[in-house]
Structures are given as C-alpha cells and as structure tokens.
C-alpha cells in the first residue's frame, strides 16, 4: 500500500491528479500547443461555459480540443447543435469518467480516470450509461451539503443552485468553490485538500463504474478509452497491460502536469503497449486563466493525427511551426 500519493503535500492540486508528486525539470513545449485533448467546462467542475473555453483556447492557438466533461456530452451537443455558430477550431466530443478500481492497492482516491475521445454524441445506450453516473454523483453530491451542513459549514444555498442545470455534472470541485465562497475554505485546493479528500472528514464515496466498464462503454459508443493523468503507469505497467486487455487505446502521455522524465516513461510506455499517446491541459478554470494552462501545455500535434487515425478520421491540419526568432 503506497496509500494516497498526492495527499504528500507537493502535487499541485488534489483534484484529479491521481499521480505522484512531480519533481523533476518541466516539459518545455518546443511550440505553442495546437492540441488539448483534456478540457472540463462548467457542464461538469470547470469554470468557463463551453463556448467560452473554445474561444480561450482557440486564442491561444489550439486547432483541436476534446472537451471531456465528467459523465456528460452536454456541452458538447450544445457547441454541435445546428443553431449554434460555427467553431473556430476542431472540437473532439470527449468525456472523462472516474472509474471506481476496487481492489487496485495504491491508486490515488482508488480511481482510474478514463477518457473517451471521439465518443458518438448521438448513442442512447452510452447516455444512459452516462446518465446513470450522474445520478450517482447528485446523490453523493446530496451526502456531502449534508455531511458539511453537520460539520456547521454549510452551502445549502449555493448547492440549490447548482442541482438545477440540465444534464450538468457534479463534483466536489463545486462544492470546494461554493466553501470557499462561504468563507469556510480559504482555496479551491484547500477545500479538497482538508475537508472532501478521500480520508478527510468530509469524505463521501463515489459509486458508479468499474475501469473496464468505463472502457467498454466508450468502445461501444465509438470512442477510443485512454487513461488519464496516470503517472505510476511506467511502474504499473501489469496494471495498464490489464486494461489495454480490456480494451484500453490511449494512454495520456502528455500530460500539463507531468514532468519531462514521467512523459518520457509514459511515451516509452505507450509505444510499448501500442497505445495512442494522447495529452492535454485537464484545465478547469480555478486560480488561473486558459492562457496560464496553456503555457506549461505540450502536446504534439502526433497526438490528435494518431488519436483521427484510431478514430478513422482524416488527419488534422497544421500550419507549419515558425521556430521562435526566425
Ligand atoms: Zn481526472
Ligand atoms: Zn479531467
């Protein structure tokens, strides 16, 4: 048992980073990123409405973005819909689903994240799976208003507020921010870190999924599974084979937060077990602009022509890269 390594104290946020510290030199993007395959809107726990993190990311350069909410396809079908105005960029439906790996030692809050990249907007059978996850998350969601009402922090009023949005998704990051807000938290991280952390006292556990459920049911809907923010994966890799044998296609190799030594197991990883390399920035929105993310983001372009190529899809283009003081 390694228990919980990004409760240690130098990870950069507990929210979603279910891997250890990262210590060594930063990736250095050799370009502006064209790619993020890993982006959360206020559909699920990020901040920005989907159209406005589609205009940030395209003004910061990025030609193909997957939108990955928790468990919902809302903002995607909303960017999609005919009514909507055209995007300035290439948009991936994607969505990310916390898979529950009991029984795995070791794993940061016991979870697996999956992402499902390319996943069919329009299947009614992987909507009702996903469906079934939020419902999930709003009774958890319920228990813990109810769990920091008794604590005497409560957000009752806030959290009326936020159950009311259609097909939306929620997560302990709102119930972080609405603390804060209430002046019971001094920051989103310190909310997560010391009250709603798995082991803190406002802890409730999460149902739904199991990591190979989560990878059949994107297969099934057309999408291609990678594992998220997994950065023990090098050092775990009969775990990954596991899943690959469940039918896993991605690994998330580059990663915002990994740092250059963890990318370069990572890829070694993934071309080992023939993966996909996929990459983004998991912005959310707390504490720093889409700009800020974007800068410490890369991901090469071979990510979204490998992940089009898995998906059969033509290749995206890009422009040429101009080299910086040319
Ligand atoms: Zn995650
Ligand atoms: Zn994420």
């Not at 240690?8 to 990123?33: C, E, F, I, L, Q």
């Not at 982006?39 to 409405?49: I, Q, Y």
Request: charged fraction near 20%; proline fraction near 8%.
């Amino acid at each position: 048992m390694s228990g919980d390594p990004n409760l240690a104290g130098s990870a950069p946020s507990s929210r979603g980073r279910g891997t250890r510290p990262m210590s060594g030199p930063a990736v250095v993007p050799p370009y502006p990123s064209r790619v993020d395959l890993h982006t959360h809107s206020c559909r699920s726990d990020g901040v920005l409405e989907p159209r406005q993190l589609v205009d940030v990311a395209a003004a910061a350069g990025v030609r193909v973005l997957a939108l990955a909410d928790h468990d919902t396809l809302a903002g995607v079908r909303e960017l999609r819909a005919p009514s909507a105005p055209s995007l300035p960029l290439e948009l991936v439906a994607g969505v990310e689903i916390n898979s529950i790996a009991s029984g795995i030692d070791g794993l940061w809050e016991g979870e697996l994240h999956i992402l499902g990249l390319g996943v069919d907007p329009a299947s009614e059978e992987f909507e009702a799976a996903l469906e079934k996850q939020r419902a999930a998350r709003l009774i958890r969601f319920g228990l813990l208003i109810a769990r920091l009402r008794d604590m005497g922090l409560p957000v009752d009023e806030g959290a009326a507020a936020l159950t009311t949005a259609p097909g939306s998704s929620l997560g302990r990051p709102q119930v972080a921010r609405l603390l804060v807000q209430a002046g019971h938290a001094p920051s989103v991280d310190a909310a997560m870190k010391e009250l709603l952390a798995r082991g803190k006292p406002a802890y409730v556990p999460r149902r739904g999924l199991g990591p190979l459920d989560a990878i059949a049911a994107i297969r099934a809907a057309g999408g291609l599974p990678s594992l998220a923010h997994f950065g023990d994966a090098p050092r775990r890799r009969d775990l990954v084979a596991a899943l690959v044998s469940g039918g896993l296609g991605g690994l998330e190799v580059h990663y915002r937060h990994f740092d250059a030594e963890t990318v370069a197991g990572m890829a070694a990883l993934a071309r080992d077990l023939q993966l996909v390399p996929t990459g983004g920035s998991d912005y959310h929105g707390d504490g720093e602009t889409y700009a800020e993310a974007h800068a410490a983001l890369f991901v090469p372009d071979g990510d979204a022509v490998a992940l089009f190529g898995a998906l059969g899809l033509a290749a995206p283009a890009f422009p040429a890269v101009v080299a910086s003081g040319s």
